[in-house]
């Protein structure tokens, strides 16, 4: 279906990939009531995962490229829960994000920026969010980041 925000993200020049499939035994989402939540997505572009270490193997511009990935598999996992409706979306909640990082890296937030950016960039005002960054020692099949997210739907 189209509509506004199918629209800016054409205008943006981005696709959302195909919802992704969990990689363990958990579901993609769960919506209660009129909020969807949606599993941890990890940083994956067309070209496979984007594996890395914070502050070890990647500097923070890849960091947040690696996060904007993630924001894009959140909306392609808001989509599916919706039927393909992204127009049900009212607003972006919540977002956790967990950043691969060397013990000595403190710029997480700056890393997160790449997903908030992107979703207040797509969605305006209903793309602003609460946030948590944190950094930590791994994450699966050594991705550098993985985000997870609440979204209140129609």
């Known amino acids: 279906m189209s509509g506004p925000t199918t629209q800016r993200l054409e205008e943006l020049g981005l696709t959302l990939p195909d919802a ?6 958990y579901v993609p989402f769960m ?53 393909g409706d992204l127009e049900r979306l009212v607003r972006v909640v919540k977002l956790s994000a967990f950043v691969n990082s060397a013990p000595d890296f403190g710029d997480q937030p700056k890393v997160v920026n790449g997903a908030s950016d992107l979703l207040v960039q797509v969605l305006g005002d209903k793309g602003r969010h609460a946030r948590s960054a944190v950094g930590v020692a791994a994450l699966p099949f050594g991705v550098a980041v993985e985000i997870e997210g609440i979204f209140e739907i129609e």
């Not at 193997?57 to 996992?77: F, H, I, N, Y």
């Open 31 to 83: 919506k209660s009531g009129n909020l969807l939540h949606v599993s941890g997505q990890i940083s994956a572009s067309a070209d496979g995962l984007i594996k890395g270490k914070l502050g070890e193997t990647m500097d923070v511009d890849a960091g947040t490229d690696a996060a904007r990935t993630c924001a894009l598999s959140l909306l392609a996992q808001v989509r599916n829960a919706c039927d």
């Open 20 to 25: 992704p499939a969990p990689a363990a035994n």
